[in-house]
Nanobody, 124 residues
Framework: QVQLVESGGGLVQAGGSLRLSCVASGRTFSNYAMGWFRQAPGKEREFVVAISWGGGRTAYSDSVKGRFASSRDNAKNTVYLQMNSLQPEDTAVYYC?????????????????WGQGTQVTVSS
């Protein structure tokens, strides 16, 4: 399994931006597709974005398309989530996850390794 550690969460006003990072260790990072998910209090974990091994393919949920962007730097074993135009409904714990697969999974069960999460709070 690959180990994942997220960072970059915090408190931001509506309309602001944050960039999350997720650093991987323990396995060859470039073998993994990566996903970002989020979970708000009282809600199920929600897919945000998936990015392919090399970063050339991405898939976004409709709720973040056009506002969020994911990228990765395999030399640094890091995947990023740039979040712009944040809204209060984006408030959640954000998790990165890894899957040794070619596909861009949108379901949490497709990912075998998870980070501990980082809190993002957007105030109105």
């Amino acid at each position: 399994q690959v180990q994942l550690v997220e960072s970059g969460g915090g408190l931001v006003q509506a309309g602001g931006s944050l960039r999350l990072s997720c650093v991987a260790s323990g396995r060859t990072f470039s073998n993994y597709a990566m996903g970002w998910f989020r979970q708000a209090p009282g809600k199920e974990r929600e897919f945000v974005v998936a990015i392919s091994w090399g970063g050339g393919r991405t898939a976004y949920s409709d709720s973040v398309k056009g506002r969020f962007a994911s990228s990765r730097d395999n030399a640094k074993n890091t995947v990023y989530l740039q979040m712009n135009s944040l809204q209060p409904e984006d408030t959640a714990v954000y998790y990165c996850a890894a899957a040794m697969t070619y596909s861009l999974g949108r379901n949490s069960y497709e990912y075998k390794s998870w980070g501990q999460g980082t809190q993002v709070t957007v105030s109105s």
